[in-house]
């Protein structure tokens, strides 16, 4: 039987030029404190979008083991990305782990309204990881 030499089918250092492949997200697991002290342990679980109304993504987290959903509003994804680059899953999963962060820390109850990232305050988040577009 003929051997065959084996070659490295992929490189282990991705080309700098392509740096979304490379973005290691940072809200996958974190802790946040409330302003009375309280300490909250919260834990990416999955995202989806909703095919309704502006098409917002979901991003499903436990906060000390109870479900909270953050949504990103899909017009505003689509107004921040058109004629530049898509964001990967991974920037937004920390667009809305950083926002949910925000919100624990300020005290806010984890309610709808409380949980979805607006086109203003999208940019300030991008800026605040230093995602460039």
Known sequence: ???FPLRQLYSPDPPS???ALRYEPQ???????????????VEFIRAGWLTAGDHPEL??????????????SGSALQF???GRRYLSREEKLDIAG???KKQ????????AENLFVQADELSALLRELGINM
């Open 59 to 72: 991003y499903f987290f436990k906060v000390d083991g109870k479900d909270v959903v953050v949504g990103i």
């Open 17 to 19: 030029h392509n740096s």
């Open 104 to 111: 624990l820390e300020a005290g806010r109850p984890l309610q």
């Open 80 to 82: 921040l990305q058109k």
């Open 1 to 3: 039987m003929e051997q």
């Open 27 to 41: 809200y996958e697991r974190f802790a946040a404190r409330s302003p009375a002290g309280e300490q909250h342990r």
């Open 98 to 100: 950083l926002y949910l």
